[in-house]
């Protein structure tokens, strides 16, 4: 089955704990990207990745890290989480007609 | 990077025509426009896309003027479980989805 698939689902952390957050997607999609989504204001682009080793900001990128080492991976890494990351973060690939594919989502609480 | 604009929320009921509107006036020349339904706690999901004139599917038709200027999603027939959120977001690599169109079906 076509899928994007993040882990964990949900996590609660502590304030400077470092955390990544990952995502795989087995539709041999180039581009990639993880947003972030908090009440009334939809989603918003923390990074994306047009392809291996190429990765760009989206509008949100402040204290957040990704790396592209192999195409069906694209983790997000926090360095030292905040309470102001606490949010709703979503993966996504995109197909060949700029269709994006989202995974399930996950939780994060910063304490 | 402009956002496109859409309605905040728009209420319908059971059995209706529903017709969302996006304005896309920074649209550029090889940019798909594209809907995505979302479901609380849910990530979005596709549901159509075109680059000009008129698209149908399964689940919905999308209208695309000449000028692409604009878009229209026309859900047919909507029922309760059509309840969401829309989005037309401003494609290209730096995806901005702004806060969608809430759609309330009611009984």
């Known amino acids: 089955e076509a899928q994007v698939t993040q882990n964990p689902r949900y996590l609660i952390t502590v304030t400077g704990k470092k955390l990544t957050v990952t995502c795989s997607q087995n539709m041999n999609h180039e581009y990639m990207s993880w947003y972030r989504q908090d009440p009334g204001l939809g989603l918003r682009q923390i990074y994306y990745s047009m392809n291996v080793e190429v990765t760009d900001k989206g509008d949100v990128p402040e204290g957040y890290k990704v790396s592209r080492k192999e195409k069906r991976n694209f983790p997000l890494i926090l360095e030292s989480p905040s309470p102001n990351q606490t949010s709703l973060y979503f993966c996504a690939s995109r197909g060949n007609y700029n269709e994006q594919f989202f995974g399930p989502g996950t939780r994060l609480t910063v304490l | 990077l402009a956002k496109t604009t859409q309605p905040i929320s728009m209420d319908s009921y059971e059995g209706q025509e529903v017709n969302i509107t996006c304005s896309h006036n920074n649209i550029a020349t090889n940019d798909y426009i594209t809907w995505y339904q979302q479901f609380p706690s849910q990530g979005p999901r596709f549901i159509i896309q075109?680059?000009?004139t008129k698209v149908t599917n399964e689940v919905a038709s999308l209208f695309i003027p000449a000028d692409r200027k604009s878009s229209t999603l026309s859900l047919p027939r909507v029922s309760l479980s059509d309840t969401a959120v829309y989005y037309c977001?401003?494609?290209?690599?730096?995806?901005?989805f702004g806060a969608g169109t809430r759609l309330f079906v009611k009984a």
């Open positions: 977001p401003r494609g290209g690599f730096k995806t901005i």
């Open positions: 075109g680059y000009k």
